[in-house]
């Protein structure tokens, strides 16, 4: 089946055209700066060279129309008419409570999407504009939502659940959600695809970490905790946003030094992590090269950063019971760095992670990085969220034919 998978932002629009059949991207692109004269259209086509066009589109559907325009170009096109496309799959952000898969996108889920805007006001609104822009060029085709937060909808209460007053969650809808769910669902179905295990018997904590970081406990294929919350900010440091830190402290912050709420949110979300913690970027490479190079708050920032992934990983484990198949890396750390891979790993043979330091010198590519006989595998798997989100757009089709 051919899917358009889009992920449309406030001023961009991401896109892969994909054929499930074979997992193949026939196309893919971006849109940047999206609502001025110089946007910038970049498009590429398997085996050919990449373009970049400078030209005003002022809206999504001006965006839209370009890159469908460019699915049945003549040189550059990969469709010989827009009907070969099955459906749309589009990266929605928030699902709130109530939305637990992915769905087909009509009036009254887009409804529910609306509703959720309060919890991602940044995401939600935007990934709206593309699904509008696409009903409205190409009514006939469905449209389907798969969402950030679905794939964590399966956590038990216990884990989901905050321990505040029990009304904040009845009556205000305080509490976890967890995020990048696309993408811990994909590493840990391709990680028991990997390993030849049935993925409903495969335990694993998968390591989401990039500028973003969530890490999430995958026991037969489930959601059954995950370090982000509410919002995306807990858990293990990030490239700007705090990780974990007592809210007690920021009551102080607020109540003793006079900070106001929206500078304590600037300082968690924007000022914290690697870039607050080194001075320096909140650039994974930069604060290696930094540390090797002797730069004592760099070191500090991969200390801290290793040390909560570490701790988080054996948290995690607890909730897999009985066995943990597998510890999964991914994204842009997770994937390409091998330093903090083994740093990470370094203080977790007490539960079976033994990394094997030669094979673990690989970047960007599947591998097994542990030693043969490691109880615990560990392994890097590039995230690719574009095709979950084309699987799951492709089954949501074909069981609303059935
Ligand atoms: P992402 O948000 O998934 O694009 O990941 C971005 C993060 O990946 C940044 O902190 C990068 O510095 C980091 N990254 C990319 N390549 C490497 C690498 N070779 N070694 C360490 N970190 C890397």
Do not use: W
Request: net charge negative.
């Amino acid at each position: 089946m051919k899917i358009l998978v889009l992920n449309s932002g406030s001023s961009s629009i991401k896109f892969q055209l994909m054929d499930t059949a074979d997992r193949k991207v026939l196309c893919k692109g971006l849109i940047e700066r999206i609502g001025l004269a110089d946007a910038i259209f970049n498009y590429e086509k398997a085996g050919c060279p990449k373009t970049r066009e400078v030209r005003p589109i002022l809206d999504h559907t001006t965006g839209i129309k370009l890159i469908l325009d460019a699915l049945v170009h003549p040189e550059c096109g990969v469709l010989a008419s827009l009907d070969e496309i099955a459906a749309a799959g589009h990266r929605i952000v928030h699902g709130g409570e109530r939305i637990k898969q992915s769905v087909l996108l009509c009036d009254e889920t887009l409804r529910l999407i609306d509703e959720c805007t309060p919890l991602a006001p940044l995401h939600n609104p935007a990934n709206l504009m593309g699904v509008h822009a696409m009903q409205a060029l190409l009514p006939t085709i469905p449209n389907v939502g798969v969402f950030d937060t679905a794939f964590h909808a399966t956590m038990p209460r216990y884990a989901y659940m905050y321990a505040l007053e029990y009304s904040y969650y009845e009556k205000h809808g305080i509490r976890r959600f967890g995020f990048h769910g696309t993408s811990h669902q994909y590493v840990a179905m391709r990680g028991a695809e990997i390993l030849g295990k049935p993925p409903a018997e495969f335990n694993c904590v998968t390591c989401h970490l990039g500028n973003g970081v969530s890490l999430t406990a995958v026991k037969g294929g489930r959601s059954m905790d995950t370090t982000l919350g509410f919002g995306t900010v807990c858990g293990v440091p990030m490239g700007t946003r705090s990780g974990d830190v007592d809210p007690a402290a920021l009551m102080h912050l607020i109540d003793e030094l006079g900070m106001t709420s929206r500078q304590v949110c600037d300082l968690i979300y924007k000022g914290s992590g690697l870039k607050g913690i080194s001075g320096l970027t909140n650039d994974m490479r930069d604060i290696e090269q930094a540390a090797a190079a002797g730069h004592e708050r760099a070191e500090l920032a991969l200390e801290i950063f290793a040390h909560a992934a570490r701790k988080y990983i054996a948290a995690l484990a607890t909730s897999l019971e009985d066995r943990v198949d597998a510890v999964i890396f991914t994204a842009g750390i997770g994937e390409n760095g091998a330093e903090i891979r083994e740093r990470i790993c370094k203080g977790l043979g007490f539960m079976g992670v033994h990394l094997d330091p030669a094979r673990n010198t690989v970047r960007g590519k599947e591998a097994i990085v542990s030693t043969d006989d490691s109880p615990v595998k560990v392994m890097v798997v590039p995230t690719n969220e574009e095709l979950m989100i084309a699987l799951d757009t492709e089954a949501i089709v074909k069981a609303s034919r059935a």
